[in-house]
């Protein structure tokens, strides 16, 4: 639901609408709904963001706020299930989206929970042309969406400081994660309607490390995600990347 | 609800006692904004004669407490029990010869726990807690009226101070207003027991040993402190109490040393008496959308075994681990998601000490006689079975159960 319309905008929210946002604010913020996979994956997923980011910036990373200070780009943030803890671990984070309508989710909640984040409706490309530099570029699942990588990638790069870091996470392009896409498992992170992930754009960790030379870029970790169905949880496994996996890079 | 607020902060705990206290200090150690708000004015709480009683803190509870950093504030203050001696007694007939005896030798090199004075231990508290930077401590603010929403809770006190906060916890014991507005259900049911709590000093070492002296009208306990004194906790028939209460002092340390025995030498009084009513209480839920219950005002139990801070301080290490560790990834410390954890942590932990304390009350207060013999060959019994005497007092020492990691000793 977020990611396919990186590319179509729609800015056709009136105030009227305001209602059905808070609706679906609701919905991604319900930890026992829809997302549900998607909040267990969150505290793996931010312990792995908050433990890379405070070990390269020399953060202790069990302090309150460990990423004070820190800019931090979320790229296809979402309703912002990301953005929000970053921003309670200190990091001052600007939330992008390419659909309007998760941004006004997005920028509801954060408003109710009390939290100041920059969301903006609007492309990696457009942030570039504006000169924007992070310290940090968070790029979870949205590489294998977007209709030219190549542009992507150098885009994600110019957004980053030097001496910054991205940490980026998708999907393994394998016979393993094909099985999942066709049934749509609740592994593929279940925002994703059944059968209409395009496997092929799937990216394999030698891709993604060629596309690293290519900007100049240093790979310096992958690990994957593996999901216990049998307890809905998720843990991080440093050698299985067969599906989801995130990686470390530094500029 | 209205957003404005005079304080806000992270978590605000209503109840200043032992237990939100102690909460109040390991979430703002961790780095936490915290309020603290009790309705009594500056120092009454740690006042001479506000509260007579000493409490038998267990080493789960002692863990915490050196965990958080409050430990080198008390320890001079602590008298630690190296022995426990548990026996059916009569006033007149004398103590039964069957006793069930307890040595820490049988579980460890370390004391079974410590008897520190509540005033000792609220003192403290107080003396960690100002030097704490997250922590507001707000006295003289009775809180009287909670609004909870799905995003965050404001309440505001009877002088118009308003608190918000992401969690609202109620650490306003047995008779909590917090707990009772939100239409949390209490099972509850009153002894008609009450417990004549005082201090006496005795001529003879006491070698660190605490005595319950199971009479007809309760358990009689005295607890070893410091400077050669006890504190005594003398649970009596609520028709009695009254005139134990009128006694002049000689004759109420004459009715002392008759259950005493004279193994003290000795004896005097040293403090005022304090009565106690003495009543069972568990909700029948800890928590409800940004609440979350804790010590009394989740639970209350009979004081028989001495044990209903030491379940109030295991609610802290959990929720505190909970909100620590929710706080470390970035996370809504009041969803809904912490509260169900710390509900199903603590909830059935509470509810078997419960159960237990109070079968024992009903075993041991009376005065029937085929029950009395049964008693006693069954604490004989136990004496000689020493898997359930190690379980037993494992779990008087809270070391039973899936334990936080500051009840461990770890580090939150
Ligand atoms: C005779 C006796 C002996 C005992 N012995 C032991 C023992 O040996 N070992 C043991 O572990 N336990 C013992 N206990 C139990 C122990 O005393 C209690 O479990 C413990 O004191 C509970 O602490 P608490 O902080 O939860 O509640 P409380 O001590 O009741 O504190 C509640 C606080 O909340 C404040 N408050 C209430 N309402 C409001 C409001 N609306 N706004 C602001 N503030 C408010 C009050 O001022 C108070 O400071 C004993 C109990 C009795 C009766």
Known sequence: MTKEILSQFDRTIDAGEIDKFAAMAEEWWDEDGKFKPLHRLNPVRITFLRDHIAAHFSRDPVDIAPLSGLNVLDIGCGGGLIAEPLTRLGANVTGLDASERNIEVARLHANKMGLEIEYKAAAASDLVRCGCKFDVVVNLEVIEHVADVDEFMKDCTSLIKPNGLMILATLNRTAQSYALAIIGAEYLLRWLPRGTHNWRKFIRPSELAGLCRKNALDLAKLCGFRYNPFTSSWSLEERDVAVNYIAVIKR | ?412
Request: positive net charge; charged residues 25%.
């Open chain 2, 1 to 412: 609800m209205s957003n404005i607020a005079d304080i806000s902060a992270d978590i605000l705990i209503v109840g200043g006692g032992i237990v939100g206290a102690t909460l109040g200090i390991t979430l703002s150690r961790a780095g936490l904004k915290v309020t603290l708000a009790d309705r009594l004015a500056r120092e009454a709480d740690t006042a001479k004669n506000y509260d007579g009683r000493a409490s038998a803190i267990a080493n789960g509870s002692v863990n915490i407490l050196k965990g958080i950093g409050v430990w080198p504030d008390l320890e001079a203050n602590a008298s630690p029990i190296w022995d426990i001696r548990v026996a059916d007694g009569h006033p007149l007939r004398g103590i039964s010869p069957l006793f069930l005896h307890y040595d820490h030798s049988d579980v460890g090199k370390s004391p079974f726990g410590y008897i520190i004075e509540n005033r000792s231990i609220r003192e403290a508290l107080r003396a960690v807690a100002s030097d704490c930077k997250t922590l507001k401590l707000v006295q003289s603010a009775n809180v009287v009226s909670v609004q909870r929403g799905p995003f965050g809770v404001i309440a505001e006190t009877e002088s118009g101070i308003r608190l918000s906060a992401s969690l609202l916890i109620a650490a306003d014991g047995r008779g909590s207003q917090i707990r009772n507005e939100a239409g949390i259900k209490t099972r509850t049911k009153m002894y008609d027991q009450k417990s004549i709590v005082c201090n006496i000093r005795h001529e003879r070492d006491h070698a660190g040993t605490a005595v319950e002296l199971f009479l007809p009208g309760g358990p009689f306990a005295m607890l070893p402190m410091t400077e050669h004194r006890c504190n005594v906790v003398w649970t009596e028939r609520i028709d009695l109490v009254d005139h134990y209460m009128a006694l002049p002092e000689d004759r109420f340390l004459k009715e002392l040393s008759q259950r005493f025995g004279g193994w003290l030498g000795k004896i005097d009084l040293v403090s005022q008496r304090h009565v106690y009513p003495l009543g069972m209480l568990h909700a029948e839920r800890y928590t409800s959308q940004r609440l979350a219950l804790v010590g009394d005002a989740a639970h209350a139990i009979h004081p028989i075994a001495g044990q209903g801070l030491n379940l109030g301080l295991r609610d802290v290490a959990a929720l505190a681990e909970l909100i620590v560790d929710t706080a470390r990834v970035g996370g809504d410390v009041g969803s809904n998601n912490v509260l169900a954890r710390y509900e199903r942590w603590r909830r059935f932990d509470n509810f078997v000490l419960i159960a237990v304390t109070d079968s024992l009350n009903r075993l041991f207060s009376n005065d029937i006689g085929p029950l009395r013999l049964s008693r006693d060959m069954g604490l004989a019994l136990v004496d000689k079975l020493p898997l359930v005497k190690k379980f037993l007092m494992r779990h008087a020492m809270g070391q039973v159960g899936k334990l936080p990691r500051l009840v461990r000793g770890d580090a939150l």
